[in-house]
């Protein structure tokens, strides 16, 4: 069942709403939890939109996430340098290391896209470990504060450090949407379907390539920056394989191919990651075999699966006795009189 445009932006306001006022109607721990959802779920769209968009995935998308966070701790731990300077150069190197990883990583497809992308996420990784000098090896940098914002202390006060990441969270989430529905993002999709094809109508492949990875990494690099305020440090485990492969399970637990699905996997993930680890030490083989189950049966992730169950609740037929018109048509239906 499709709905129209009137009734999407309603329901997309009133779940604004409720986004809103979530901090007044909900406890600390569940707030808590929203804003781990938030910054992790941006990792996760960043995945989730190279490989709905262009069919590939990436193994460096923590890379730039933790770049980002980096940037914060040693500018504001280090420097001292106030707010709004550390996230903006995080970000903006993050972005500018994207740029240049882009180049070598545009040149090739498929299963080597997926190797090159793992090598350079570990570079990254044997960086943060080893130059100690710097980012303080597998210790990290800590005392990472959230910043006040209009007077408000976002370090002291959750429900404001979650409005502030929330207005950022809704703002990727546009932004991507909007990618998706452009011009833009059906020349993408036309390159994931068939790059010769694209190649022939005139069409410039390895910039929509490259730009795709730039606009990915830009997305990382925010909720690298809202991890960094909230956690207060930043390590290599940021920046592993370990992250990179947890966010990869998330999106292939929401739907890979959908934003909806990036942020529902990581949702359940995170949850499960919290609930399954307080009642039993084998959690990760709960974990694995949901994963097995999703793959085998659900290929389409959670969100997938939603659509369908509410495609076939939509098509069912309401019948409310003989006076339903589907009834009285019926030629095995007898008029009573």
């Known amino acids: 069942m499709q709905f129209s445009r009137k009734t999407k932006t309603v329901l997309l306001l009133l779940a604004f709403v409720l986004l809103i006022a979530i901090p007044w109607i909900a406890s600390d721990y569940f707030v808590m939890m929203c804003i781990r959802v938030m910054y992790f779920g941006m990792l996760t769209l960043s995945l989730c939109f190279l490989a709905?968009?262009?069919?590939v995935v990436s193994l460096m998308q923590a890379s730039f996430f933790?770049?980002?966070?980096?940037?914060?701790?040693?500018?504001q731990t280090r420097y001292q340098i106030p707010?709004?300077?550390?996230?903006?150069?995080?970000?903006g190197v993050a972005v500018l290391f994207a740029a240049m990883t882009g180049l070598l990583v545009i040149r090739?497809?498929?299963?080597?896209?997926?190797?090159?992308?793992?090598?350079?996420?570990?570079?990254?990784?044997?960086?943060?470990?080893?130059?100690?000098?710097?980012?303080?090896?597998?210790?990290?940098?800590?005392?990472?504060?959230a910043p006040v914002i209009f007077g408000i202390s976002t370090e002291k006060s959750k429900g404001a450090f979650y409005l502030f990441e929330l207005f950022f969270f809704w703002g990727v989430i546009y932004f991507?949407?909007?990618?998706?529905?452009?011009?833009?993002?059906?020349?993408?999709?036309?390159?994931r379907d068939s790059e010769s094809r694209m190649a022939m109508l005139g069409y410039s492949v390895s910039m929509l390539r490259y730009t795709a990875?730039?606009?990915?990494a830009f997305v990382a690099s925010v909720g690298g920056v809202f991890f960094a305020y909230f956690t207060g440090l930043i390590n290599p485990h940021s920046v592993s394989l370990t992250t990179n492969v947890e966010t990869l399970l998330s999106g292939i637990l929401g739907g890979i191919q959908t934003l909806f699905g990036a942020i529902l996997g990581t949702a359940i993930l995170k949850i499960l990651d919290v609930v399954l680890s307080g009642i039993t030490q084998r959690?990760?083989?709960?974990?694995?075999?949901?994963?097995?189950i999703t793959i085998m049966f659900a290929p389409a992730?959670?969100?997938?699966?939603?659509?369908?169950?509410?495609?076939?609740?939509?098509?069912?037929?309401?019948?409310?006795?003989p006076s339903a018109g589907n009834v009285v048509d019926d030629p095995l239906y007898k008029d009573p009189k």
Do not use: H
């Open 283 to 292: 959690y990760l083989l709960i974990m694995g075999i949901l994963f097995l």
């Open 176 to 191: 991507l949407a909007a990618l998706k529905r452009s011009p833009y993002g059906l020349m993408l999709r036309g390159v």
């Open 301 to 321: 992730g959670a969100a997938g699966a939603l659509r369908r169950l509410w495609d076939r609740l939509a098509s069912r037929p309401m019948v409310s006795g």
């Open 52 to 55: 709905g968009e262009l069919g």
């Open 83 to 91: 707010f709004p300077i550390p996230p903006l150069v995080g970000i």
């Open 213 to 216: 990875f730039v606009f990915a």
């Open 108 to 145: 090739v497809q498929g299963i080597y896209f997926l190797m090159l992308t793992l090598v350079l996420g570990q570079l990254i990784w044997a960086l943060a470990s080893q130059w100690a000098s710097v980012t303080r090896g597998d210790s990290g940098i800590t005392d990472i504060f």
């Open 66 to 75: 933790g770049i980002a966070g980096y940037f914060i701790a040693i500018l």
